[in-house]
């Protein structure tokens, strides 16, 4: 699967809209970029995924750049239970890939 | 949607003691599930794999005869901690796929936290 490379950290007010960015310059086409959080001394837990379109659920939106190469998780109004870790992992779903997690962005939202 | 349940949340042993932690899919058969390790303020590090019916393949440097995996129905994964040493204390989860979610993706239990006194 393609290295992804994310923020280390990042804040946001409650109420506003967090943006996360991550960079996977060399992922491939069969790959989907997924979106995964984890809350402290919890599992992590899926977010959202896409492959070139845009997508939105209840929980975020997400942008995938034309070239593929960057996405952005929007989490349009942040609360302080959005603070955790989030992961931004490019998978081959054709696979029984096993799951590689990078460093993830630590998003603190503050009031 | 797809659930997978581990115990327990949290255990206690004593050095040189065995704890099993336990991972099952509830509404769906994983034949192939995942178990990471992590230490406070780092990553998910994946130590194995484990596959329904057959040998799990570990990560490098994950040692096969320490941690014990098996996976004997494709509901249930267990890990065992063989001769638990302080340093093994960790969170540790696992997690499976579950190919006929609307996402194919990868569900996670809550971990299960480990101290080892």
Redesign the interface.
Known sequence: DAKTTQPTSMDCAEGRAANLPCNHSTISGNEYVYWYRQIHSQGPQYIIHGLKNNETNEMASLIITEDRKSSTLILPHATLRDTAVYYCIAIDRGGGNKLTFGTGTQLKVEL | GAV?S?HPSRVICKSGTSVKIECRSLDFQA??M?W?RQFPKQ????MA?SNEGSKATYEQGVEKDKFLINHASLTLSTLTVTSAHPEDSS?Y?C?A?DWDSF?????????T?LTVV
């Open positions: 997978v581990q034949t192939t995942f990471y990553s998910l590090m994946l794999t969170f989860i997690s796929r996402n194919y993706g990868y569900t996670f239990g809550s971990g936290r």
